[in-house]
């Protein structure tokens, strides 16, 4: 069966329907079980903590070094590589940026193609893409791949065969909304949210159907309460991060129509809340002297019931965004004690470059420290009222160019997937560390077309050892904030990282080497230099008792959009990617997969 | 076959004709990666005057013309600024008022025309159905009337 349904218009009015429709009772989660066994590397966040680990440790710190390329396969395709293979017993499953290929290989001959799926989209959707075509990867359950489009399609593929079972338009490109997210299968649904805040997009996550492809519910990040699917105790714990009416209050007249607040990033899953987590990004335009107020609920970190959608909390991290600061990034589930009790935590490092640790059960902020200390948009976080203490001298508004701004609008973390090694309490986070000049101006919207309304010029940070470095990866521990050792690089390690029980920390870099540090003091025991550079982070599977690592090659993204300038041309290095006009001395664009065995 | 069906069918090769005659006078214009020929059916727009006369001369008739160039100023900050910058300074993509082309064919209007519609490399998608093609000549207008080059390489200036 194959149904094109439209769904982008799908209205808050169905809400109130579907709620009467309790999603049924499902049995023992196949992908749950698939998890368990380390063998498989189900998920982009390696599971549905988001930890990103691995608890294979035969690649360990006594014999990284002997790391060798096992075999590659090329996708046929240039631009950025964000994600990661997955891999569901046997088989393999790659998925490329624009025009979204998919192919899966059998571990056993992978030098042959199973199945590919190709989708034909219409090309102007590249457009009205933000920051390169990428995308972040696909979703396994119960015997389907979910994948996404840039399009706004969102598919469902037999996953033996490759067939499309179901197709839905999630997000509408005549409007500048795209998807460039990795789904997220749960509970019998995949879950999944839209790009397009630059175009003013107004944000929502949908859970569909996995069998049917039918939406079970949407929720939005702005407008009336009802549409943003609030539990009738949201925020209970928390009353001061703001409860009911302000989705439209913190907004001057209709704006939030046009507001943003798309999430395009990671989510989370508890199984024992039944509770998921995600980010919306950024309000819309840029330019925030267009719009006064809060703006919520942009730049928050949610807390909604996986069956339903309604909101437990949300806590606004940072309200009327000055800076680009989207929240969309990666949420990380952790068990640590604080004060002596166990307690179920939510780690977060955000684009304003503060780690946030939150009880994931009530929203609570446990800690709130800066990655690094050249974040000076905030003087800190006030732990007891949720707010920042902004420093009025690295604001932005018009009529001003604010320069030496920390962190830049990429953040000092974007969509990156970081590592958490639970036998040492440990994250590892991929860092930016680029700081910028930034200047807005007025423009009118235009559906369809780009909604942003600021110039930027963006260079390294203050803190590298030569003071040129725009990256680094950072051990840090989340209860407290103490940073436990730095690894300096040269670019943005804009993938993230993997831990495994091996004692290592892998990542890939901008310029294309993949790299194993120990975990213990972050000093490097093995490189590899790739076709060409990397964008996702890798990951690690076993295939018949041998211990792999894998990893997509090919550079792009937002620090890599700049390859597509003619080194030649004087106004290659000027503005957003200006900071990587060296990229183009050490990289070229490429695309694949690497895999490394012992 | 039926007579009806048969009289739709001669009046449609009579309208492919006659349109394809109205076309006869056109430029051919190429995609600037594939080079080839743009296909200019099935849009949902009527072509202007000036649509018109640019398909058959290649010359931008708003070139001149102080208040369309205003006006692509504007459509230029929503369509464009994204990438190319507030004053096409260069962001994302290139800048577009320097005498630099990282095509050397949108020296020409007929150039930078066939690189809007049909897109390049990179994040330029085709902007086919996003703007009219009328649109297009507007924002062309405005970015020729920032430039900053050379004038013995505005290859556009006709007269």
């Known amino acids: 069966m194959k149904s094109i349904i439209t769904a982008a218009g799908f209205g808050a009015a169905s809400l109130a329907l579907t709620a009467m429709f309790p999603a049924a009772a499902f049995a023992a989660d196949s992908l749950e079980a698939l998890q368990a066994n380390s063998s498989n590397w189900t998920m982009q966040t390696g599971d549905y903590t988001g930890q990103h680990y691995s608890k294979l440790s035969q690649i360990n710190t006594g014999n990284v070094k002997n790391l060798k390329a096992a075999w590659s396969f090329s996708t046929g395709l240039l631009h950025g590589h964000e994600g990661a293979p997955l891999i569901i017993g046997d088989m393999m499953y790659i998925n490329t940026p624009f025009p979204n290929n998919t192919f899966a290989l059998n571990l056993a001959e992978p030098e042959k193609i199973v199945w590919q799926h190709k989708p034909k989209q219409d090309a102007s959707v590249k457009s009205v893409a933000c920051c390169d075509i990428v995308n972040r990867g696909l979703a396994y359950d119960d015997g389907r791949i979910f994948k996404t489009q840039l399009d706004g399609h969102m598919v469902a593929l037999d996953a033996k065969t490759g067939k499309e079972l179901w197709k839905m338009e999630n997000c509408d490109p005549a409007v500048g909304s795209t998807i460039t997210q990795a789904p997220f299968a749960v509970k019998g649904k995949v879950l999944v949210g839209c790009s397009g805040a630059e175009l003013g997009v107004r944000g929502y ?10 939406i079970i519910w949407r929720s939005f990040a702005t407008g009336p309460d009802n549409e943003l699917n609030l539990s009738k105790d949201f925020n209970k714990d928390n009353p001061h991060y703001g409860q009911f009416g302000l989705g439209t209050k913190t907004w001057e007249g209709e704006a939030w129509k046009i507001g943003g607040g798309t999430n395009w990033g990671w989510y989370a899953y508890d199984p024992k809340l039944n509770l998921f987590y995600y980010g919306s990004g950024n309000p819309a335009p840029w330019n925030e002297t267009m719009r006064p107020g809060d703006n919520k609920w942009t730049m928050t970190i949610w807390a909604r019931d996986v069956d339903t959608g309604a909101a437990k909390w949300g806590y606004q991290k940072t309200p009327h965004d000055e800076w680009d600061f989207a929240g969309v990034n990666q949420m990380i589930l952790t068990d640590q004690p604080v004060d002596g009790k166990v307690t179920p935590l939510l780690t977060h490092v955000d684009r304003n470059g503060i780690m946030y640790t939150l009880n994931r059960n009530t929203g609570s902020i446990v800690q709130a420290a800066k990655v690094d200390p050249a974040v000076n948009v905030f003087k800190k976080v006030d732990l007891k009222t949720g707010l920042p203490v902004r420093d009025p001298e690295f604001s932005t508004r018009m009529d001003h160019k604010g320069t030496n701004i920390c962190p830049s609008a990429m953040g000092f973390h974007n969509q990156g997937l970081d590592a958490y090694d639970p036998d040492s309490r440990t994250f590892f986070f991929g860092l930016n560390h680029i700081c910028m000049d930034w200047e807005p101006f007025m ?9 942003v309304g600021a110039t930027l010029a963006m260079y390294p940070g203050p803190n590298g050892p030569t003071k040129k470095e725009m990256g680094q990866v950072r051990a840090m521990d989340g209860v407290t904030g103490a940073v436990k050792w730095t690894k300096w690089e040269k670019f943005s390690v804009w993938g993230g990282t993997l831990a495994t029980k091996g004692g290592l920390v892998f990542y890939n870099t901008l310029d294309g080497k993949i790299k194993a540090l120990d975990k213990t003091n972050g000093k490097e025991l093995w490189n590899f230099k790739m076709p060409s550079g990397a964008i996702g982070a890798p990951m690690s599977y076993s295939y018949k008792g041998k211990q792999f690592v894998a990893t997509n090659y090919g550079v792009g993204g937002w620090p890599g959009v700049g390859l597509v300038f003619d080194l030649t041309d ?26 490394f065995g012992l | 076959m039926s007579k009806g069906h ?44 000036a649509v018109k006369q640019f398909k ?5 008739p708003y070139n001149s013309n ?13 369509a464009c600024s994204g990438c190319h910058g507030h004053l096409a300074e260069g962001k994302l993509g290139p800048a577009l008022s320097d005498d630099y082309w990282t095509y050397p064919k949108n020296m020409t209007d007929k150039g930078l025309f066939e690189t809007i519609f ?4 990179g994040m330029m998608g085709p902007q086919r159905g996003r703007l009219t093609q009328d649109e297009m000549l507007q924002i062309m207008s405005w970015v020729r009337s920032i430039y900053t080059g050379d004038p013995d390489k505005a290859k556009w200036i006709t007269n």
């Open chain 1, 570 to 595: 004087p106004s290659a290095g000027l503005g957003a990617v200006g900071a990587f006009k060296e990229l183009q001395n050490y990289t070229q664009m490429g695309g694949g997969v690497m895999v």
């Open chain 1, 443 to 451: 423009l009118p919207y235009r559906a369809g077309q780009f909604f």
């Open chain 2, 66 to 78: 102080a208040e369309i160039i205003h006006h692509g100023e504007s459509l230029f900050s929503t």
């Open chain 2, 56 to 60: 058959q001369t290649g010359v931008n």
């Open chain 2, 118 to 121: 049909g897109g390049a490399e």
């Open chain 2, 6 to 49: 048969k009289l739709m069918v001669l009046s449609a090769l009579l309208a492919a004709v006659v349109s394809a005659m109205a076309m006869a006078d056109d430029l051919i214009f190429r995609g600037t990666i594939s080079g080839e020929m743009l296909d200019f059916s099935g849009l949902s727009e009527v072509e202007t005057p």
């Open chain 1, 205 to 214: 996550v949908t859970a569909y159907d996995q069998k049917t492809g039918e």
